[in-house]
Every structure is written in C-alpha cells, then in structure tokens.
C-alpha cells in the first residue's frame, strides 16, 4: 500500500480503483461482496465465522506490546524485571563524569550497596554547617562595587549546586520492586483513561478514505485568508518579543540534551548557571533542571532570579504522564490529570530548595521563570500557579511551547496574567483532550466523501483507459462505476449518518494564559495574541505534528517570522537551536 500511495506513483486514490478492482473480483466469484460485520452474532451468518470469533486483546496488552515491540528502553525495563542484576543501562545516559552518566538502576545498585560499604562512623556532608559564616561575604554581594564579587557570585553557584544536592539526596528513591509497582499502577491508569475517553467508538469503522478527503475538505476551509479573519483585530507580536520567546525555546530545547555537561554548555551562551538537573524520570516526575542568574547575584534588588526548566515528553515513561487524559478538580476547577500530577511533584520536590536559596542569598523574593515545551510546559504552568498561590515569597511566570490542553476556561483566564502559551499554527498538543480527539474522529468518521471518491475513480479509470494499448469499453467502466456506487451507498453511508447523529462531548480543558498564535498567513508567518478558546477543537492538518516539534515547528516559525518582518532571509538567531 505504501507503494502505490507514494508521491512518485502520483494520485494516491489509485488506492480506490485497486480497492474497487478486489471488489469487482470478488463479486465476479461469489456473487457478493465478503464484508466482515462484527456486530452479526448469528452462527448462521457467513459472517459470523470471520468476525465474531475475533475479540480485540484488552488494552493494556496493547500498550504493553508496542512497547516491548518499539521501545529500546521499555525492553531494557522488562529485561530488568526478569533478569534483577541492577545491569540495565538508562537512554538518558552517556556524561562522561561518572555521577551523572549513571543510569536509573546504577543509582539504585549503588543505594542498595552504600549503606554496606560505609565506615560506622560515616556522617553526609551537610553544606549548612558553614551557612552562617557564608553570609557574611553575601552581603557584599548587594553592593556590587566589590572587585571580588565575580569569585563571590561563583563561590555562591557553588554553594547553591550543594545545597541542590543535599536535597536530592534527601529523597528517597525506589527500589527496583517499588519502581515496578509504579509502572504497572502508571500502564493501568492510563488503559483504564484511554478506555473511559474512546472505549466506546466503533474503530472497525474508521476507514484510510475518511481520513484523506477529510483532511481534503479541512483544509479548503482552513485557508490563510480564514485564518487571516479568524484572528481579526487581535494585537500582532513584535521582533523584540520574538527574540525573547526564543531565548526561551532554547533553554526549554536544553532541557531534552542526554547529559548534565550538555546542560552545562548549552548554558555557556546565556545569563545562567547550572545548579540542579534532574535526567532521570518517571511517570508524573518529569525530568528537568534548575538555573540561577548570575550577572545578578551581585545587584541591590531584593529578590533571586531562579529558572526551572522542565523537560516535554522524550520516552516512554513521559507517555504515560501524556496518556492521563481525564480532567481532575484542581484549585476550583479542572486540570490534566498526569500533567497536574507532574507541576505537583515540581513545586514539592524544590519548595523547600528554593526557600533555603532565598535565605542564603539575603533576598527577600524569588522570581522564578518556568519554562517547558510539550508535557514539560503542562507541568511548568501547574508548578506556577501552585508557587504563585501558597508561596507569597516566589514570584513565578511561565512561559510554554505547545502545551497540551491543561486547565479549564476559568482557570485559564485566572492564570492570563503569569503564564504565556506559544502555539505553532496547526499544532496538534494544545487542542488535544479527551472530548476534542473524541469530536475530531466522530467528525472524520461522518463525513460525506462518497461523491468526491467515485470522481476520483472515474478520472482514474479514463486516465487508464487512455494509456492502455486497447480499448476499454465505456460501458463496461459505466458497468463498474455503478457498482461502486450502489455498494458504498448501501453499506458506507449508514453508518456516516450513524457517526454523523452521535452528540459532540463539551470540551472541558484548553491551553493555559494569554496563548500567542504563530501562524502560515499566506505570505509569511504573523503571530498575534488570542484567546486560548480559539483552541479547543483538535484541527486536522498535514503539519500537525511537525508544527509541535521544536525543530520543524517552533523554531522554524520563530526564525520564519523574524526573516520575513525583517526582509532578511540570512538572519539567524544568536543562540542556534540543535536537533
């Protein structure tokens, strides 16, 4: 199939004359068309004998299959399971310095043996027992004119990544035998969302041709021009604006490198230093880093520059965040189930951590800037708005690429005033909840192509008769014709009309803040500033998924909108984003 609908092979319905030809064929021999119906029960039936013996495998051993069928890291996981030898290596991986390039099971091999190999009179570093004599050379950091506060700013880095790593040895881990019990609870949670949200739709129904002239019709609606009148008089971005938003896709790009060095220089070329990272992670516990400002630390304000940057979804383990589809009660209205989880484990994780640096600094604030794309935006606009509520002393603001449909309408106006969303043109995340994938495939099932396919299957059979040798007589392609239509409306139509008759689900979740639209405008690529409403049906497009990406998507709209504005097709950015 995936030869004949290649680009080289030109129309891909020929796909339809092929599927016609078998059905022809199979008329010819029986007298009647072979269909499968899985609802027919009858023993009788012919049917029956094909299908109804059939039982679709429970869901989880699907999600279970894929996995051990795709995912090098699933497969490393089950390995483990069977084999407990603490050998299994993480995908994350790879640092050169020892600690960091430890793998999730190496760190738990070595839990389960230091408590062994420790001398008796073992004590862990504390880095608070000298925190009263480093407070005397903070002070000089708020004056400023010290010509020692470059060593005062780094000494304060330091001390800052110790603290880091204090708390995170605080943390327990689990064991091998607790970290199972949480992917198998993690896989359970998510079949038991899928099948609560699309367990009911008739799948054997969906057809290839529903999705191609769907997609057809989609997108001689969606034209610029509509997009043009769909965004109105909404106030347009500005280069300057633009530069800063990717400044911050660079920093949430950082975020997926496989190793704490490359944090560390990716870093290099911004105001930021490298306290904490965070490579390992679970379902509901992204992976993620922490930064401090560090042509600030030494300035009279009163408060710390911190930056969070949570990582988006990277394997399988981040899956199973994105697979909680269901809306769960948050702060008076509704969330993401596993992205609330994830911001949740966020603000818990570091609350403590970023109290103790405010005080070590002799600052009375925090403005912390989180940052993510994908998940890691989800979970950085829960862990914002947490901060912002119960911590009267942290003043967060988020900034997200293409995060998933997070809160409810309510929320998402309350959250307007500290959380930014960027959305790439058709990118699909933002518009992706239970109710609105449920909509978008009832829509594509319902929809009317039969007349534009049977036009497709007569241009299709004239262009063959044409480049043929010999002739095909006209009333054997009429003969043909006849029966393609009179099978597609006896058995396609009805259940279009059954699709086209099933009641819409409300949607309850969009993306969170003020959203800004980057957008194809039919000449170049214009960014306004919308309601996040305007997202809250999934739109079917070729660059759905591309438009998420941050390579093809957000950096390529990003880079498009300044070369146009501009009149500068070389222009590049000064931090390159790599792939």
Not at 192 to 211: A, M, Q, T, V
Not at 549 to 561: A, C, E, Q, S, V
Request: aromatic letters at 8%; glycine letters at 6%.
């Amino acid at each position: 199939m995936r030869t004949i609908v290649s680009r080289k092979h030109g129309n891909p319905f020929v796909y339809f004359s092929v599927l016609g030809a078998l059905l022809i064929a199979e008329v010819v021999e029986s007298g009647e068309p072979n269909i499968c119906n899985r609802e027919n029960t009858d023993p009788s039936s012919k049917s029956s004998n094909s299908c109804s013996d059939k039982k679709d495998p429970p869901i989880i051993d699907v999600i279970t299959k894929w996995i051990e069928d795709r995912s090098t890291e699933g497969q490393a996981f089950l390995q483990q399971l069977l084999n407990n030898d603490g050998t299994t290596q993480d995908a994350e991986s790879g640092s050169d310095d020892g600690n960091e390039s430890q793998s999730f099971f190496d760190e738990m091999k070595d839990a389960f043996s230091s408590s062994k190999n420790r001398p008796e009179d073992y004590k862990p570093k504390n880095p608070f027992a000298d925190m009263m004599d480093f407070f005397q050379s903070i002070v000089s950091l708020s004056i400023g004119n010290d010509g020692g506060a470059t060593d005062l700013a780094e000494d304060f880095i330091q001390k800052a990544a110790e603290i880091s790593a204090f708390h995170q040895s605080n943390k327990s881990t689990p064991n091998i035998l607790e970290f199972s019990k949480l992917m198998i609870d993690a896989f359970g949670k998510v079949a038991e969302s899928i099948h609560r949200n699309f367990g009911h739709i008739d799948w054997h129904k969906l057809r290839p041709f529903d999705f191609m002239y769907f997609l057809e019709y989609v997108e001689s609606m969606r034209t610029p021009s509509w997009k043009r009148r769909l965004h109105g008089l909404a106030p347009a971005v500005t280069v300057k604006e633009v530069k800063e938003l990717h400044k911050a896709l660079y920093l949430a790009n950082l975020a997926y490198a496989d190793t704490v060095q490359s944090i560390k220089d990716g870093l290099l070329s911004s105001d930021w230093e490298l306290i904490h990272a965070q490579m390992t992670n679970a379902p509901g516990e992204p992976a993620h880093y922490i930064a401090l400002r560090k042509n600030r630390l030494n300035s009279s304000r009163n408060y710390l520059d911190v930056l969070l940057v949570v990582r988006g979804t990277k394997d399988f383990k981040d899956v199973l965040s994105d697979g909680l589809l269901d809306a769960v009660d948050f702060r008076g209205g509704k969330a993401h189930a596993g992205l609330a989880n994830s911001g949740k484990f966020i603000v818990d994780h570091h609350r403590d951590l970023l109290r103790q640096l405010m005080e070590m600094a002799n600052k009375t604030n925090i403005k912390l800037t989180l940052i993510g794309h994908s998940l890691g935006a989800g979970a950085a606009a829960i862990a914002g708005i947490i901060f912002n509520e119960d911590e009267p002393n942290i003043e967060a603001n988020v900034i997200g690429f293409g995060c998933p449909a997070l809160l409810s309408k309510d929320l998402s106006v309350a959250a307007s005033k500290y959380v930014t969303t960027i959305v790439s043109d058709s990118d699909m995340i933002p518009r992706m909840s239970g109710p609105s994938v449920e909509n978008a495939i009832l829509d594509l099932m319902s929809y009317d192509w039969i007349e534009r396919g049977l036009g497709d299957l007569r241009n299709i059979f004239e262009n063959i008769r044409i480049n043929l040798p010999f002739d095909i007589p006209s009333e054997n392609i009429d003969k043909v014709y006849v029966f393609v239509h009179n099978f597609l409306e006896k058995n396609i139509k009805p259940q279009m009309d059954e699709m086209s008759s099933k009641q819409r689900r409300d949607v309850v979740l969009i993306p969170p803040g003020n959203c800004i639209h980057f957008y194809r405008d039919g000449t170049g690529i214009t960014g306004q500033t919308v309601s996040c409403n305007l997202f809250d049906n999934l739109e079917i497009s070729r660059t759905m998924i591309d438009d998420h990406m941050i390579p093809t998507g957000y950096n390529r709209m990003l880079l498009d909108f300044m070369r146009y504005y501009l009149a500068d097709y070389q222009f590049v950015f000064n931090q390159k984003i790599v792939v």
